[in-house]
């Protein structure tokens, strides 16, 4: 598997095209803004955008999507209760400290719960539900390679990828502070992460470089102790 990552945004939001080494299908993790960007990256690697994902809907992760869902036909995957923030954005403009943010709406085609394995790009990922940074906010989990027992097999070429949005960082996780967001959630949901994903999963994060598991549980202080 090959995973491409662009800075987009005022803030630097991870954008993620995803596919199959030497397979022209992708998917999209997070197109955040500046959709242009993304669409010269799919050119410039030859690359077809078949679905893109959502992790949650605040504007930094969503300002792309309804650009680069128009110039590729791609359809939206995201929570089902978090699709109005895409669907109608306007609602939550008012909410945002700093002011309005210009985010066109675009239909979601496909309401994830949780819990599922889909299909996208010829790519098995499961959702996982992991709220508190946002109400609905999902994690991509793409398995890796198992054994005869099911389980991550550690010498592996590929191992677990975790898109993980803004609910963990390297050395951090995401904030509160914001409208619909809840701390005891988050650790909740950074309790199911730790407990899910094996050690060896590379974390690929909305903001910042990429981490394993195994690392944050090691160093980041706000996983001591879960």
């Keep these: 598997m090959q995973v491409h990552v662009l800075q987009l945004g005022p803030i630097g939001t991870n954008c993620y095209a995803v596919h199959e080494a030497g397979a022209t299908a992708c998917f999209v ?3 955040g803004a500046e ?3 993304v669409l010269e990256l799919l050119d410039d690697e030859g690359l077809v955008a078949e679905a893109i994902l959502v992790t949650h809907f605040h504007y930094d ?3 792309g999507v309804a650009g680069l869902a128009a110039a590729t036909g791609a359809p939206v995957w995201m929570h089902a209760e978090e699709a109005y923030g895409l669907e ?3 609602v939550l403009n008012d909410q945002w400290p700093g002011g309005r943010h210009d985010v066109a709406a675009w239909p979601v085609e496909h309401r994830l719960r949780g819990g599922e394995r889909i299909t996208v790009a010829n790519v098995a990922l499961d959702v996982l539900l992991v709220p508190g940074h946002s109400p609905h906010h999902v994690a991509f989990i793409a398995p890796g390679e198992v054994d005869d027992d099911g389980a991550v097999d550690p010498a592996a ?3 677990p990828l975790a898109f993980s949005g803004d609910v963990l960082f390297q050395g951090s996780v995401g904030r509160t502070d914001l409208p619909g967001a809840d701390q ?3 650790v909740r949901s950074l309790q199911l992460m730790a407990r899910k994903l094996d050690p060896t999963t590379l974390v690929l994060s909305g903001h910042g470089p990429v981490t394993t598991m195994a690392a944050e549980l090691a160093t980041n202080p706000f996983l001591r102790g879960i």
């Design 157 to 159: 070429e590929m191992p």
């Design 61 to 63: 992760h969503i300002g």
């Design 29 to 31: 993790v997070d197109p």
């Design 35 to 37: 959709h242009e960007r």
């Design 88 to 90: 109608t954005p306007e």
């Design 184 to 186: 005891p959630t988050l």
